[in-house]
């Protein structure tokens, strides 16, 4: 695909040049329907052509593209982003459809692929049955305070490991990305044993601390990599006042990494918004079950009706979803930096 | 506190009191809090576990450890269902990495062109990466079901329907059905990624290659895909440590089954622990997934390195 754009673009431009006005007027009116592309950069690469003019020779000796093959290039390409956005939304859409979903449609031969809105009680239903608010409300209480803690310990570790060379440093670094191998499924038994000791079990903030202590790590090679995007230049000004590093750190450094604390912020929080194993080993009265092992409590079990199901996890969905488009440039951007440096 | 007493003291003698960077002890007392909670919920409890994979211990006495050296890994390297479980393991996990990152490439290679939309395009595309394992878990048992699945009435529509419908209860599509759903779980990220990988990519190299008559092909393999191939490996090592501990998608849409077809080590591990209440020999499963998790990540560093060097000479 990659390879396509120039001789399609070569082939636009010979057409606009060779026809009578009226039809290159269609013709600029035409891409906004089939690839939309920016306007603007299409006369940006104009002007940028007659400056050079080698280089329009050599677009000329590849020109001649038959207008058809360009048309059906395009179309791929626009089946092809609709059929990826198509997979991608589809399952979270059923989710939405089952849930707005009467008896009737739901068993019938034929599927109903649209929601039906008249059924929209079922989340109101759900919502006033107190087990759904209670499960969404700890696994809030659970993911702020995972947030919380992992941002609060994170930014003085990547502070540490950006700023200062130490003994222990590369040993240290070396840890952090262990930690991203280890199951926990294996860490659930000695985290039990360990949480049974200090009376944490069937509480939520046991989870937190469990929770904080697998996310920690990737929150603080996030804020690492961001606070080596900042000129040390600027905390020199704040040593020549004499300014502890503590104070450089939360004066200079944070508000300038504030992106990337958001970053490592909705990574936490959706770690623990989402975390099962840990819960539904640890947690034992349904008081304090979070949404995720509630939720989960539905598979297999047929006493529940599929539409109060598929609301109450579609619930649990939205906001994670929302969230996270919300903040995705900043998520995209840590994680990026996350991953290539780390 | 500290900024009320530095404003008072004289400048000179703040400057010379500390050296610039503080004292020798500051990054410690930055790092310590973190260190401690890492060692205390991470390194201790791993030491507890290797441990446990050398001793017989059960679930229902875990204080009660009888020393057995390596008396669990005989035993799980000699059990046939293992060996199946490591099979199945490299199986999953290969086909996570290739899918992930294949699909994650192609989707990335599509959105890396300027049309109108592309911004909802690309939002849209990385939802599935957000969706909570355990919705993305009940959703796809649910558009598995055997007779109001939407799956199978598309599947029997087109004439591809499975006997009985029943695809999670099949030792045969359980497994690539629990992949189809991993790949669609992971291929945001690696789109992701990749798509911003491709940035670097320079433009008028592209441009020229094409100009001067090279193939697609030959362009993206010459030139696109030299620049990101760094990122590609990065991610096909991410992928591979975070498939091998993967648990929650498949625990709750097969339990590893039916008839083990869909056990992994994470599963296994879980199983032995839990259900048959074995904590040694769940440890030294685990220990066993550490351990090629360890060798994935030490070949890795080895070719990365070996790569660097190609490129200096």
């Known amino acids: 695909m990659s390879g396509e754009m120039p001789s399609e673009r070569s082939g636009r431009h010979s057409e606009e040049r060779a026809q009578p006005p009226a039809e290159q007027a269609r013709n600029r009116a035409r891409p906004e329907h089939t690839s939309g592309e920016m306007p603007s950069e299409r006369s940006g690469r104009h002007s940028e052509e007659r400056a050079q003019p080698p280089a329009e020779q050599a677009r000329n000796r590849a020109r001649p593209e038959p207008t058809s093959r360009l048309r059906i290039g395009l179309t791929l390409r626009i089946v092809a982003v609709l059929a990826v956005m198509g997979i991608a939304i589809f399952p979270l859409y059923w989710m939405f459809v089952t849930a707005l979903s009467s008896d009737a449609d739901l068993f019938a031969s034929d599927a109903r692929l649209l929601p039906d809105f008249s059924q929209f009680g079922v989340f109101v239903d759900a919502l006033a049955e107190g087990e759904t608010v209670r499960w969404l409300r700890n696994s809030l209480v659970i993911a702020t305070g995972t947030t919380a803690l992992s941002i609060v310990l994170g930014i003085p570790l990547g502070y540490a490991l950006s700023r200062f060379s130490f003994r222990g440093k590369a040993l240290m670094t070396v840890v952090l990305l262990l930690t991203q191998m280890l199951p926990e499924a294996l860490m659930v038994v000695p985290l039990f044993s360990l949480f049974n000791r200090f009376e944490l079990l069937d509480s939520l903030v046991g989870l937190i601390l469990a929770n904080a202590a697998f996310v920690l790590p990737i929150a603080a090679l996030i804020l690492k990599g961001a606070i080596d995007g900042i000129p040390r230049e600027l905390e020199e000004a704040g040593r020549v006042d004499g300014a502890r590093p503590f104070t450089m750190l939360t004066r200079i450094n944070v508000p300038l990494i504030a992106p990337s604390i958001a970053a490592a912020a909705v990574i936490a929080f959706f770690h623990a918004w989402n975390e099962y194993v840990f819960a539904v080993t640890f947690i034992y009265s349904p008081e304090m079950q979070p949404a995720s092992v509630g939720i989960a409590s539905f598979i297999g079990e047929v006493g529940t009706p599929v539409q109060t199901v598929m609301a109450v996890a579609f619930m649990f969905t939205l906001p994670a979803v929302g969230f996270y488009l919300f903040a995705q440039k900043y998520v995209v951007a840590g994680m990026t930096a996350g991953a290539v440096k780390g | ?313």
């Open chain 2, 1 to 313: 506190m500290t900024v009320i007493e530095q404003t008072r003291a004289p400048r000179s003698e703040a400057r010379r009191r500390r050296s610039p960077l503080g004292s020798r002890w500051t990054p410690y007392l930055f790092l310590a809090p973190a260190a401690l909670f890492i060692a205390l919920f991470q390194a201790v409890p791993l030491a507890q576990e290797i441990f446990l994979s050398f001793t017989h211990t059960s679930l229902l006495n875990p204080t009660s450890n009888t020393w057995v050296g390596l008396e669990n890994y005989a035993h799980i390297f000699s059990d046939d269902e293992f060996h199946r479980t490591l099979t199945i393991t490299l199986v999953y996990v290969v086909v996570c990495v290739v899918g992930s990152v294949g699909a994650g490439l192609g989707v990335a290679l599509i959105l890396n062109r300027s049309f109108r939309g592309r911004g909802i395009a690309r939002a849209l595309v990385t939802v599935p990466w957000a969706a909570p394992g355990i919705a993305v878990a009940l959703i796809a048992t649910w558009m598995l079901n055997p007779q109001y699945g939407i799956v199978n009435r598309f599947l029997n529509a087109v004439g591809l329907g499975v006997p009985g419908g029943a695809i999670l209860d099949s030792s045969t599509y359980a497994l690539p059905a629990i992949l189809v759903t991993t790949t669609w779980q992971l291929f945001p990220l690696t789109s992701v990624v990749l798509l911003s990988a491709l940035q670097a990519v320079p433009k008028d190299l592209t441009e020229a290659a094409t100009m001067d008559g090279a193939g697609r092909w030959w362009t993206f393999q010459a030139v696109t895909w030299q620049v990101i191939k760094p990122t590609v490996g990065l991610l096909a090592l991410l992928m591979t440590i975070w498939s091998l501990r993967r648990f929650e998608l498949i625990w709750l849409m097969t339990k590893g089954g039916p008839v083990g077809s869909t056990e992994t080590l994470v599963i296994d591990l879980y199983a032995q622990a839990f259900d048959s209440k074995q904590l040694g020999t769940a440890a030294a499963i685990g220990m066993v997934g550490v351990v090629i998790s360890l060798i994935v990540i030490a070949g890795s560093r080895f070719v990365a390195r070996a790569a660097e060097k190609e490129n200096i000479r």
